[in-house]
């Protein structure tokens, strides 16, 4: 059950938030076989850094690197060749536009909150009721009320893998671990549906008006009417592997899938038995997917842990438009509706929120506080807030974009630069 934390001496929380992790220019791991040269070099390291020379520091590292090779072990990760200038992180992001709060305004106990890459546990409804998963039962807060309330509870050992909910009414859909697809209505307080057309755990779904579409651990992604009687409308048998991620455009007419073959497919309602484009440039799974609210034929991917990247693809012409390495696996992204903005939530190795300033691909706020991956992010419905969910068992929600009424000039403006999008 979801419990707000207790407050002490004026004091939100009582769970430190880690320190900020700064990254270097090298994302290399070094086993050392040989220490007794540590503490000199230490010395020499921090004397580097005193002096406010990055460049200095680099180059010694490169050297080190370099002379101790035949005594250490060195893990790197293999990029593909570059096609694109990759982005540099800094030590400090820039200055942002506006000042982002650093700390989670509140924070929810959610006991039974799975740790597990491949589930989507966490949902911000259209009416302000936040829909979690924990174990075989789902609840709901209410954001206004602060209520809690359980909608649903699975007959055990069955466990709740993912949910949605539908933008147009008070539905929720609910996937499990079966395989199963269960259609909850809050206001009548029962169980619309139940499909069984899978035979494997659903780990995503997304609503197309009145049309529920699941992706499931059997490779396929199914299209359902909850209108009709019929098991299935459309069947889509793109993905070699599991169906990790499903987005909808913002036209309805387009669905983004990203799978644990590490493709990006792009299908077509008018064309349901071929893929409209496979993108293949991801070197790990494919979870999450955004669609631009401003320039509705973008579409952003984020790759697992052996990729970390985020794509840009520009799907009326099929290309890729740029690339950019964030350090750690994108679990999750959200696209802000108040500002050109997009905000990703990661895992292995940071576990951190990333916000990012388009068109430029620009970091300006990095946000700590989660002990584990932070796989789970949904958006408030007055596109304001968003809240994040991970295995160490809570929700935190943060303040990250202005209001929409209050910023009229700079959504037009943002909408202004959409147009002249720079990300190649």
């Not at 009709?228 to 909808?248: I, M, R």
């Not at 349901?272 to 401003?294: E, G, R, T």
Request: proline share 4%; charged share 20%.
């Amino acid at each position: 059950m979801l419990r707000q934390r207790s407050t002490s001496k004026g004091k939100h929380f009582d769970r430190l938030v880690p320190e900020k992790v700064n990254l270097s220019d090298y994302q290399i791991h070094m086993v050392e076989d040989q220490k007794n040269e540590s503490l000199k070099e230490l010395d020499l390291n921090e004397q580097l850094r005193v002096e406010n020379s990055q460049a200095k520091y680099n180059n010694l590292l490169k050297q080190k690197l370099m002379e101790n090779k035949s005594q250490s072990s060195l893990f790197v990760y293999q990029r593909q060749p570059q096609k694109y200038k990759p982005y540099i992180f800094e030590n400090e992001c820039p200055s942002p536009i506006r000042k982002i709060a650093k700390l989670p305004y509140k924070i929810l106990d959610a006991p039974k909150l799975k740790d597990d890459f491949y589930y989507q546990l966490v949902d911000w409804s259209m009416n302000n009721q936040i829909g979690v998963g924990l174990g075989n039962s789902v609840y709901t807060w209410n954001a206004i009320t602060n209520e809690t309330t359980q909608l649903l509870e699975i007959e055990a050992p069955v466990s709740v893998s993912c949910i949605k909910w539908c933008d147009r009414n008070d539905i929720i859909a609910i996937g499990d671990d079966t395989g199963a697809v269960r259609i909850y209505d809050i206001v009548k307080a029962k169980i619309l549906k139940t499909y069984e057309n899978h035979n494997s755990r659903v780990g995503c779904l997304d609503w197309n008006g009145c049309n529920i579409t699941s992706g499931s651990r059997d490779k396929s992604i199914l299209f359902q009417d909850i209108r009709t009687n019929n098991d299935y409308e459309l069947s889509f048998q793109s993905h070699k592997q599991e169906v990790c991620g499903l987005q909808w455009s913002p036209n309805e007419q387009f669905l983004a899938s990203g799978g644990n073959d590490n493709n990006v497919m792009i299908q077509s309602i008018k064309m349901p038995n071929q893929s409209m484009y496979i993108f293949k440039d991801h070197i790990a799974a494919v979870k999450a997917l955004a669609w631009s609210p401003h320039q509705p034929n973008i579409l952003c991917s984020g790759g697992g842990t052996t990729d970390k990247c985020l794509k840009f693809w520009n799907t009326s012409n099929g290309q890729l438009q740029n690339s950019v390495d964030t350090g750690s696996q994108i679990c999750n992204m959200k696209w802000s509706t108040n500002t050109n903005e997009l905000v990703t939530s990661h895992g292995y190795s940071l576990n951190q929120v990333a916000v990012w300033k388009m068109p430029k691909i620009e970091r300006i706020a990095t946000l700590y506080g989660h002990s584990f991956r932070v796989l789970y992010l949904s958006l408030s419905p007055d596109g304001e807030n968003i809240v994040t969910g991970s295995g160490d068992e809570t929700l935190r929600f943060w303040k990250l974009f202005p209001s929409k009424n209050k910023n009229t000039n700079l959504i037009n403006q943002s909408k202004l630069d959409s147009i002249r999008l720079d990300i190649r």
